[in-house]
């Protein structure tokens, strides 16, 4: 049987059998792997599912999940404290070339340097993924959803008080302490704010699409496998940019801080103490009570461009012109020797010497100030070759 005919009959590719055959290869089978080939396969489907939800793992993230899997099976290994170290990583990359390590891009300089290129290609690639899965979910506001957090200070800052004029002291009562409780919160494009568990509220109607940031909580493989299986794809909004296309930032903790910091005030006038712990929910709900209202979500919604789909609304918004008038910013021109007057540079010295001119006794200073230093051609000379 020729080579080819044996790939085809056995389906086996081409080039190992010709590998085998030629003793580039060796014949004996592979060591058995400490996971299944079912476990390593259902690792990748998770690093490519997550990758394109902007979620992309690290070779750390990958050997924590290993170590997850096998700590919770409460099997003992070849590996320290179950976690693989670089020569199973390189045998799984082996195993699995429909994956590779690949250099992030640099997000530096946050929000200031978020583009109107790079949201727009982030809306592209969010709708041309999700049609691929429903091109109707995106016309479906019942089943897109937003959760995020936000900190509420069980002491906010006070208000401007009334007291008698020419008064020295005024104070104003509070808890007296810096902690802070993270709110979850939760809204659909249809307005509906989810109170209990996720998963059993929603509808019949799915997939669902939940936007969420780039929290690491957000995207283990446990809650991408849940998800999965309840028809809820979890999607990662554009790292910084949550000012923009965050829907719960563009209307609802606005309102609900301004809300909260009126509840406390209220709280601590109709009790006379200050909130704690104990009070922070009661004082919170009573806020959330006001606040939590459809017609809210939805314009949160609609200003992120998201429901009705609409990405000119964030493309041509106001809060971008920063980012615009950061990146097209003209190149900082360094000054030359030529601009202070100098012809020629003597050779550079590692220290700055200075002259301070003569004074009588009785002007001298132990630290003289910026007019009696003077700076020499030697000064100007270490400034010009930090410069280069």
């Known amino acids: 049987m020729s080579l080819n005919a044996a790939s085809k009959t056995f389906g086996i590719p081409y080039a190992t059998l010709g590998d085998k055959v030629r003793g580039r290869r060796p014949m004996q089978p592979a060591p058995k792997t400490v996971l299944s080939m079912e476990e390593e396969k259902k690792l990748v489907d998770w690093l490519i599912e997550v990758s394109q939800r902007g979620f992309g793992r690290t070779k750390d993230d ?25 020569d199973w990583m390189r045998a799984f990359f082996k ?11 640099p997000l530096g300089r946050e929000r200031a340097i978020v583009t109107k290129d790079a949201l727009g290609e982030w809306f592209q690639q969010m709708k041309h993924y999700l049609d691929t899965i429903d ?22 800052k006070t208000k401007r008080i009334i007291s008698m004029t020419g ?26 704010f989810l109170r209990d568990i996720f998963i059993p509220k929603l509808g019949e109607k799915r997939p669902v699409v939940l936007f969420v940031d780039g929290h690491s909580s957000h995207h283990s493989l446990a809650i991408s496998t849940l998800c999965n299986e309840n028809g809820v794809i979890l999607y990662c909004l554009k790292a910084h940019a949550s000012h923009l296309i965050q829907p719960l930032d563009q209307a609802f903790f606005g309102a609900i801080k301004l809300a909260w910091s009126e509840a406390v005030r209220k709280f601590q006038y109709q009790t006379g103490e200050s909130v704690t712990m104990c009070t922070f929910a009661r004082t919170l709900k009573k806020a959330w009570d006001t606040t939590a209202r459809p017609e809210l979500a939805y314009k949160g919604f609609v200003k992120s461009g998201i429901y009705p789909f609409n990405p000119e609304v964030v493309l041509n918004s106001d809060k971008l012109k920063p980012s615009c008038s950061f990146s097209s910013a003209a190149p900082v021109t360094l000054p030359t020797s030529a601009s202070f007057g100098i012809t020629a540079l003597p050779a550079c010295t590692p220290t700055i010497s200075t002259s301070v001119p003569s004074a009588s006794p009785a002007a001298k200073s132990k630290f003289p100030g910026p007019e009696q230093r003077t700076p020499t051609l030697s000064a100007f000379s270490n400034i010009f070759e930090l410069m280069k």
């Open 62 to 86: 990958l050997k924590d999940m290993v170590k997850t899997i096998l700590d919770d099976r409460e099997e003992r290994t070849v590996f320290k404290n179950n976690r693989p170290g670089k």
């Open 95 to 105: 195993r699995h070339p429909e994956i590779r390590e690949r250099i992030g891009q």
């Open 135 to 156: 091109p109707t979910l995106l016309t479906s506001p019942d089943r897109i959803f937003n959760a995020d957090e936000s900190g509420f200070n069980i002491c906010p």
């Open 167 to 192: 008064a020295k002291h005024v104070y104003s009562v509070t808890s007296g302490t810096r902690q802070q409780v993270t709110m979850l919160a939760c809204s659909s494009a249809m307005g509906h």
